[in-house]
């Protein structure tokens, strides 16, 4: 089989869209969210699934094997994909992404869960099972990353956020503030980036790739080695045609970003020259602004010390952001 891609990013930062037009060139395959590193077998994701979100299992796990089993994913084969993943429910997350991986060789086949760069373990975990893989490091603004993530979270997803509490906790706090898992994700991936072999990592600003598709696929395909003609690259920017790219059927909702699954074709708008379109992303500011009067105002009722804590966790997390946002090329 050939070595996988694996892409690394923060929630909210283009993977769904990105990894869908990763997907649609002939030499490859990408996955929903599979969500299943970082869990010792299909049994202990199933029974996350079950008891903390009330599903029965990782809807892009269920998916992803209704696809390759019956190249389709309706209630019936999705139902059969449940079946089987309880059957081999032993199966570790490596040896599920292998299986997966030998029914689509020899396409590359692609993961792209987020919540994988929430732990430096879990990502050190990758690396070891798949040291020769290649790791696309895929970046978006802090700002455009921090409204998308904050309207995230007000939907409640649960897999990132269980109930409201004010308590004082640095889980309660990263919800305060999402930029501080922009930043979380980010900072584990460039620890860990010693560990993969320079061929094998690449950093794409999201941004670059929606705004200039042609010229920054055509590198992703030179590095992947991989067919960069124009047929190809014209097969990327069809994401829509990913079998992926809608909400699913009831039994296994989900498993890719719920704005990409309701609309995922590529829009890119007209820019000033006819023949150049171009992504957008609109900001009304050019720095990300912390609301530490609200976070202070939420935490009154803690101990002076502790409200002390808060503040200077606060102005330390908006330090780091900036420095982050440099080292990242924004």
């Given at each position: 089989?050939?070595?996988p891609?694996f892409?690394?990013?923060?929630?909210?930062?283009f993977s769904?869209l990105?990894s869908?037009?990763i997907?649609?060139?002939p030499?490859?395959?990408a996955?929903?969210?599979?969500?299943?590193f970082?869990?010792?077998?299909?049994q202990?994701?199933?029974i996350?699934?079950?008891?903390?979100?009330h599903r029965?299992?990782?809807?892009?796990?269920?998916?992803?094997?209704?696809?390759?089993?019956?190249?389709?994913q309706?209630n019936?084969?999705?139902?059969?994909a449940?079946?089987?993943?309880?059957?081999?429910?032993?199966?570790?997350?490596?040896?599920?992404?292998?299986?997966?991986?030998?029914?689509?060789?020899?396409l590359?086949?692609?993961e792209?869960?987020?919540?994988?760069?929430?732990?430096a373990?879990?990502?050190?975990?990758?690396?070891?099972?798949?040291?020769n893989?290649?790791?696309?490091?895929?970046?978006?603004s802090?700002?455009?990353?921090?409204?998308?993530?904050?309207?995230f979270l007000?939907?409640?997803?649960k897999?990132l956020?269980?109930?409201?509490?004010?308590?004082?906790?640095?889980?309660?706090l990263?919800?305060?503030?999402?930029?501080?898992?922009?930043?979380?994700?980010?900072?584990?991936?460039?620890?860990?980036?010693?560990?993969?072999?320079?061929e094998?990592?690449?950093?794409?600003?999201?941004?670059?790739?929606?705004?200039n598709?042609?010229?920054?696929l055509?590198?992703?395909c030179e590095?992947?080695?991989?067919?960069?003609?124009s047929?190809a690259?014209?097969?990327?920017?069809?994401?829509?045609?990913s079998?992926?790219?809608?909400?699913g059927?009831?039994?296994?909702h989900?498993?890719?970003d719920?704005?990409?699954?309701?609309?995922?074709v590529?829009?890119?708008?007209?820019s000033?020259?006819?023949?150049?379109?171009s992504?957008?992303?609109?900001?009304?500011?050019?720095?990300?602004?912390?609301?530490?009067?609200s976070?202070l105002?939420?935490?009154?009722?803690?101990?002076?010390e502790?409200?002390?804590?808060?503040?200077?966790?606060?102005?330390?997390?908006?330090?780091?952001?900036?420095?982050?946002?440099?080292?990242?090329?924004y």
């Open positions: 089989m050939r070595e891609l892409i690394l990013s923060p929630p909210r930062s769904s990105i869908s037009i997907g649609q060139h030499e490859m395959h996955f929903p969210e599979l969500q299943v970082g869990r010792s077998s299909l202990d994701m199933m996350r699934n079950q008891e903390s979100l029965l299992a990782s809807p892009g796990s269920i998916r992803s094997i209704a696809e390759v089993h019956e190249q389709e309706t019936e084969s999705c139902t059969r449940w079946l089987w993943i309880q059957k081999h429910s032993s199966m570790s997350p490596v040896d599920f992404f292998n299986y997966l991986r030998s029914q689509v060789s020899p590359i086949a692609v792209k869960t987020p919540i994988n760069t929430l732990k373990s879990r990502l050190k975990e990758i690396i070891t099972a798949y040291p893989a290649k790791f696309l490091h895929l970046t978006r802090v700002i455009g990353n921090y409204k998308s993530l904050k309207e007000g939907e409640k997803d897999f956020i269980d109930e409201d509490s004010d308590q004082l906790s640095s889980k309660a990263s919800m305060e503030h999402p930029a501080s898992i922009w930043h979380a994700s980010h900072r584990n991936i460039l620890t860990i980036r010693p560990l993969i072999k320079s094998n990592y690449l950093r794409i600003k999201g941004e670059d790739l929606l705004n598709p042609d010229s920054i055509r590198q992703f590095w992947m080695r991989i067919d960069g003609s047929l690259i014209k097969a990327m920017l069809r994401p829509h045609e079998p992926y790219a809608c909400i059927p009831r039994i296994a989900g498993g890719n719920g704005k990409f699954m309701r609309q995922p590529l829009r890119l708008k007209p000033k020259h006819d023949q150049v379109q992504f957008y992303e609109a900001s009304d500011a050019k720095s990300l602004q912390l609301d530490q009067a976070l105002e939420k935490y009154r009722h803690l101990a002076t502790e409200s002390k804590q808060i503040e200077r966790w606060a102005i330390h997390l908006y330090r780091e952001i900036e420095a982050m946002q440099i080292r990242l090329g």
